[in-house]
């Protein structure tokens, strides 16, 4: 079986042949959320653009599965940087330097502390609960694609500005710009999935509009204490860092504890590295406009 640093070699050096001296190539390592790291290839930014990086660990497991050779991987990685260098970003790497340029593109999100104390040495962020508030840039938006940087330390100091004021732009970003998706998960299954589904007592999916690092409405008490208004008293269940799942309390049958185990187990099973958030179980209090951690 070729290994994945193999791998990575293998589909440099065809596209270093495809790109024929146009740009130069190679390889970089990017660390992510939850101690992961994803391999990819690069080449340089220009004045306008950022750096792109196109990682080859999906490929990997496609590859390895015989879903797609390695000449593929090859055109599909180039044929991805092409399309790069002929679009035109919404921010401009000039832009990045000047807080004016970036503040209506700062956003939040929420990350586990815990398990990202070593990246959060070089971030600004503050503690809630069990998470850590992060900052990232939104690039460009294409579709469903979401290009992001995550904001470092340095950019404190370029922007000459404080954590405060970074998080006070992210969250006003958030209010004015973000749609909150909040729908019974029974109007979001398939009619397949939706018969096999016997539970006595309705689920609710709670993200933003974009599903992108959609946990970060947590943070949205408004829009906490509006779904109370109607619902009563929440348990909050983190599906992912995307998304939420919510429960009326007043209508689950079951306790917070049984709830922590299901979210240990999907985390286990289902959700991806990085993409995990909690292993814990939140509840909002509708008179007290609270949330806590439950379990």
């Not at 070729?2 to 070699?9: A, I």
């Not at 999100?109 to 104390?117: C, D, G, M, P, Y």
């Not at 208004?229 to 983190?238: A, D, F, M, Y």
Request: aromatic residues 10%; contains cysteine; proline residues 3%.
């Amino acid at each position: 079986m070729m290994q994945l640093n193999e791998f990575v070699e293998e589909v440099l050096a065809g596209v270093r042949e495809k790109a024929d001296g146009d740009f130069s190539v190679w390889t970089t390592t990017i660390h992510k959320n939850n101690g992961t790291s994803f391999v990819g290839i690069t080449i340089s930014g220009t004045e306008n653009q950022a750096q792109p990086i196109v990682y080859l660990d999906g490929y990997y497991n496609m590859f390895l599965h015989s879903k797609i050779s390695l000449k593929e991987v090859s055109d599909t990685v180039y044929d991805v940087i092409m399309e790069h260098m002929n679009y035109v970003p919404d921010v401009k790497i000039t832009d990045l330097m000047n807080w004016n340029q970036m503040k209506s593109k700062i956003c939040v999100k929420l990350i586990n502390a815990e398990q990202n104390r070593e990246l959060l040495t070089d971030m600004p962020h503050r503690f809630y609960l069990d998470f850590a508030v992060v900052y990232y840039i939104k690039i460009s938006e294409r579709g469903d694609e979401l290009e992001t940087m995550d904001v470092k330390n340095k950019y404190l100091d370029i922007w000459g500005i404080s954590e405060e004021e970074l998080y006070r732009t992210g969250m006003e970003n958030m209010e004015i710009s973000d749609q909150i998706f909040f729908k019974n998960m029974k109007e979001i299954l398939p009619i397949w999935l939706q018969k096999e589904d016997e539970q006595s007592f309705p689920m609710y999916v709670l993200t933003n509009a974009s599903r992108y690092y959609g946990a970060s409405v947590l943070l949205l008490k408004k829009e906490l204490s509006k779904i109370s208004q109607s619902l009563g008293n929440l348990i909050i269940l983190p599906s992912s860092l995307h998304e939420l799942i919510v429960l009326p309390e007043n209508q689950y049958t079951g306790d917070c504890e049984a709830c922590a185990e299901m979210v240990k187990n999907v985390n286990t099973s289902v959700v991806l590295p990085e993409d995990y958030l909690s292993n814990h179980v939140y509840t909002y209090n509708r008179d007290t406009q609270e949330l806590k951690i439950a379990a």
